[in-house]
C-alpha cells in the first residue's frame, strides 16, 4: 500500500517508487550514482532516454516547500554539478533540469530530471521541451540496461565520491 511507512521511523514508504529502487526493493539499473545524507542520483527507470538522471531526496517528500534548510542548500549546487556530469558524459545539445512528481493524480515523492536532449531525439520527435519528454513517455522505449551501467559509471567519475553516508 502507498503510504505505508516500514517501521516506526519516518523513512521509505512502501510502494512508492523512488523509495522502492532506494531500498534496493525494486531493481535500480546502474545502481546509484551517488547519495549524500540529504539526496540520491540514479539514472532514470522511465523512457526519457539514455543519460537521465534523477535527483531525489533521501527522505519520502511530497512537495519542495517540505525540505529542509539543509536539503534546500545542498539542492541547487547538486543539481548543477549533476547537469554538468551529464553533460559532459552525454555531450546533447541542451539538458533539461524540470521536476515531475505526481503519482496517478496524486503528489508523489518529488525528484528533479536531468534530462540530456540531443538533435537526434529531437529530430526524431520533431518537438522540444515538455512534447519532447511527452513524445518520449509515449513510446515507453527504456535504455537497454548495459548502456545504463556504462553511463552511471562514467557519471560517479564526474560527481566524485558521495558525502554524507
Excluded at 543519460?51 to 534546500?72: C, D, F, I, M
Excluded at 541547487?76 to 493524480?105: F, I, K, N
Aim: glycine residues 12%.
Amino acid at each position: 500500500m502507498v503510504g505505508a511507512r516500514w517501521g516506526e521511523e519516518p523513512g521509505p514508504v512502501r510502494g512508492c517508487l523512488a523509495c522502492d529502487l532506494m531500498t534496493g526493493d525494486t531493481p535500480l539499473p546502474g545502481g546509484t550514482v551517488l547519495r549524500t545524507d540529504a539526496w540520491a542520483v540514479e539514472h532514470c527507470v522511465g523512457p526519457f532516454g539514455l543519460g537521465t538522471a534523477v535527483v531525489k531526496p533521501t527522505r519520502h517528500v511530497l512537495h519542495v516547500a517540505e525540505l529542509t534548510a539543509a536539503e534546500s542548500a545542498e539542492l541547487g549546487p547538486l543539481l548543477q554539478r549533476v547537469s554538468a556530469a551529464v553533460s559532459t558524459v552525454m555531450d546533447p545539445e541542451q539538458v533539461y533540469v524540470c521536476l515531475w512528481s505526481h503519482v496517478g493524480g496524486a503528489p508523489g515523492h518529488i525528484h528533479f530530471v536531468v534530462q540530456p536532449v540531443t538533435r537526434a531525439n529531437m529530430d526524431r520527435f520533431d518537438t522540444y521541451g515538455p512534447a519532447l519528454q511527452l513524445a518520449m513517455g509515449e513510446t515507453g522505449e527504456l535504455p537497454p540496461v548495459p548502456d545504463v551501467e556504462r553511463v552511471c559509471d562514467r557519471l560517479r567519475d564526474h560527481l566524485g565520491p558521495a558525502t554524507g553516508t
